[in-house]
């Protein structure tokens, strides 16, 4: 019913930055949340930030003031643009987001994931 599209992903130095993005597309009435989580190597997976369909946003304190999560105006897209990066940043990051469906219910859905890899 909802498919998420994520790109931006790839292998950059420690300092660097990246730009992920996340398409929702399918039947779509409404996106209420979308977000972004990770996951290492052994470890479970965390959110890192998230965003409202008002503007509201939430972040992991690990990324606060080197990550920015965003929308664009037509709510389907959602950013995130992550600078000085750090190798343990490295993870592979997964789109989330929750939608009221054309027929009603509300359902979360995840993307495929792309890996972001940070090297020292």
């Known amino acids: 019913q909802v498919q998420l599209v994520e790109s931006g992903g790839g292998l950059v130095q420690a300092g660097g930055s990246l730009r992920l993005s996340c398409v929702a597309s399918?039947?779509?009435?409404?996106?209420?949340?979308m977000g972004w989580y990770r996951q290492a190597p052994g470890k479970q997976r965390e959110l890192v930030a998230r965003?409202?369909?008002?503007?509201?946003?939430n972040y992991a304190d690990s990324v606060k003031g080197r990550f920015t999560i965003s929308r664009d105006n037509a709510g389907n897209t959602v950013f995130l643009q992550m600078n000085s990066l750090k190798p343990e940043d490295t993870a592979v990051y997964y789109c989330?987001?929750?939608?009221?469906?054309?027929?009603?219910?509300?359902?979360?859905?995840w993307g495929q994931g792309t890996q972001v890899t940070v090297s020292s």
């Open positions: 989330n987001t929750e939608v009221t469906v054309t027929t009603g219910p509300t359902y979360l859905y």
């Open positions: 399918g039947s779509i009435f409404s996106i209420n949340v």
């Open positions: 965003i409202a369909s008002g503007g509201s946003t």
